[in-house]
């Protein structure tokens, strides 16, 4: 067969096959047998050698000739397909500008959040910091270096969800403070938000699981003057600055002396209310001044330092800020509810 006849059946077979190629994907693979450096026509070159010398430029317009030839075919087929992918794709992908828009659901902060983030921006407003501990602890630092002693009520099984002998899910956010204390660097000024847990029975004010926010002061020549002017400024901020505070005796194992804080009710002002239940008081926190069992157990010398320290439900304070009646509420994430804050 001589060069010509080749070039022919090369141009031929070349044509059928960029016909028969349905997609750009196809038409590549066509490229590549027939124009690559590999392909036919790079091989039909090749053998230019078994060509008369005077022959040979006649036989390599030819191959010119027919690689042009080639590569045009293709450019149409490749427009062609192009336009074909492009009207299938406008048929495909319909618009209708006048269809209502989906309506992009945007969510917002949880009234627990709300209020957290303004209990932050109070105390970090005072120069606290703001720190975290975890969720499933060790007894020890749940009880046992709170003063909490092995035989004490609050250890009770029916109360606190224990893993092992050892280790529990954190009945109160107080462990913070043992654990903060224990890293030595004073003095301290923080807050501890977190989730604990309890074995309680859902109703409209338990839930096995809430939160609390503890604070904690430690540096030398701090007193219950201190604690209470801090708490007193809380109040104030939080919940308006007529508000007047009321400090009861209380019990705490890991402070002494120990008080429960009530605010003036901002209702009523004080006068008596059924948000109040007539009282004209609020009860909001558990404070007092670090035990020196505590501040001992964690390393710290009670006679060089002393401290306050606090307890907040952060519930109880979103439910009275929010005036809801209801705790289940903040946990049941209806959006109807939750998003009126
Ligand atoms: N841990 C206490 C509770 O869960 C609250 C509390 C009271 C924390 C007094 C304190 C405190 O730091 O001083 O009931």
Known sequence: MDMKERLQRLSENARRQIELATSPEKLNEARITYLGKKGELTALLKSM??????????????????RAQIEEMMEISRRQLEESIRAEQLKSEVIDVT??????????????????????????GMGYEVVEGPEVEYAD??????????????????????INDRILLRSQTSPVQARKM??????????????????????????PSFHQIEG???????????????????????????TRTKFRPHHFPFTEPSAEMDVSCFKCGGKGCRF???????????CGMVHPNVLTMCGIDPEQY???????????????????????????????????F
């Not at 269809?99 to 109070?122: C, D, Y």
């Not at 309680?200 to 839930?207: C, G, I, N, Y």
Request: hydrophobic content about 40%; some cysteine; proline content about 5%.
């Open 216 to 242: 904690l002061v430690i540096d030398r020549h701090i007193t219950f003057a201190d604690l209470k002017g801090t708490l007193q400024e809380f109040a104030r901020e939080l919940f308006g600055p007529e």
């Open 182 to 207: 224990e890293e030595g660097h004073l003095p301290i000024r923080m807050i501890a938000p977190g989730r604990v847990f309890r074995s309680d029975e859902v109703d409209a004010t338990h839930s």
């Open 49 to 66: 050698k078994e060509v008369a010398p005077e022959d040979r430029p006649k036989v390599g317009q030819m191959v010119n000739q027919a």
């Open 306 to 340: 002393t401290g306050f320290a606090f307890g907040v439900g952060l519930e109880r304070i979103a439910l009275l800020k929010y005036e809801i009646d209801d705790m289940r509420l903040l946990y049941e994430n209806d959006t109807r509810f939750l998003k009126q």
């Open 141 to 162: 630092y749940n009880f046992t270096k709170l003063n909490i002693p092995e035989d004490h009520p609050a250890r009770d099984e029916q109360d606190t969800f224990f």
């Open 276 to 286: 109040c239940k007539g009282s004209g008081w609020i009860e909001i926190l558990g």
């Open 99 to 124: 269809l209502p828009a989906k309506k992009s659901l945007i969510g917002h902060r949880h009234p627990n959040t709300i209020a957290l983030e303004e209990v932050e921006r109070i105390f970090v």
